[in-house]
């Protein structure tokens, strides 16, 4: 088990609402990353945040936000949710932003859009 | 920024048989570029990485190479078994962020 957890589990949302996930970090890991996962593709990077800032983006949207927390878990927000953000959230902590780094994957928040 | 290309996105292998995934990147910036399995429904689970001062990694019946020059690695899987079935994916980092490929989905046939 690599420590990093994500809630919740399953999501269903209707499109125009909002929505947040969670993720808590590995034990000692300062860097949190999120990845949308659509069904058959790889994961696509969405952003990272160090030490509760952003550091750096992938090519979404600005309705896709994000949050970290002096404990170094994490918040993705999506906003006016479209039927093409339905798909599997990914969040990955690492011991830090830079350098050959390993990424360990949380089990992921699968997200349906109608 | 980063583009990583990944060959083939199926893979059919009798058991006992090698499997061989190709990539390859375009920044040169990349440095470490990790290779993940995904089992149906779970997370992606690192198995092999290599960095860019190294040409080959070994590990029991898995081994990736590097070729910095052309942009392109590799994953080899020897003696294959049906618990080797999963979704496979690269990776290339030239910093902050991963670039995945697209997938190999691998079926070990017994």
């Known amino acids: 088990e690599t420590g990093v957890t994500q809630s919740p589990t399953h999501l269903i949302k209707t499109r125009g609402q909002q929505v947040t996930l969670r993720c808590s970090s590995q034990?000692?890991?300062?860097?949190v990353s999120w990845y949308q996962q659509a069904l058959g593709q790889g994961p696509q990077f969405i952003f990272q945040?160090?030490?509760?800032?952003?550091?750096g983006r992938g090519n979404f949207p600005p309705r896709f936000s994000g949050l970290q927390f002096p404990n170094y878990s994490s918040e993705l927000n999506v906003n006016a949710l479209e039927l093409d953000d339905s798909a599997l959230y990914l969040c990955?902590?690492?011991?830090?932003?830079?350098?050959?780094?390993?990424?360990?994957f949380g089990p992921g928040t699968r997200l349906t859009v109608l | 920024g980063e583009n990583v290309e990944q060959h083939p996105s199926t893979l059919s292998v009798q058991e006992g048989d090698s499997a061989v995934i190709k990539c390859t990147y375009s920044d040169s910036a990349s440095n470490y570029f990790p290779w993940y399995k995904q089992e149906l429904g779970k997370r992606p689970q690192l198995i092999i990485d290599?960095?860019?001062?190294?040409g080959e990694k070994k590990d029991q019946r898995i081994a990736v190479t590097l070729n910095k020059t052309a942009k392109h690695f590799s994953l080899h899987i020897t003696e294959t078994q049906p618990e080797d079935s999963a979704v496979y994916f690269c990776?290339?980092?030239?910093?902050?962020?991963?670039?995945f490929g697209t997938g190999t989905s691998l079926t070990v046939i017994p």
């Open positions: 290599i960095r860019s001062n190294v």
């Open positions: 034990s000692g890991h300062n860097t």
């Open positions: 945040y160090y030490r509760e800032e952003e550091n």
């Open positions: 990955a902590s690492s011991l830090a932003p830079v350098g050959p780094n390993e990424q360990f």
């Open positions: 990776a290339a980092s030239p910093g902050n962020q991963f670039y």
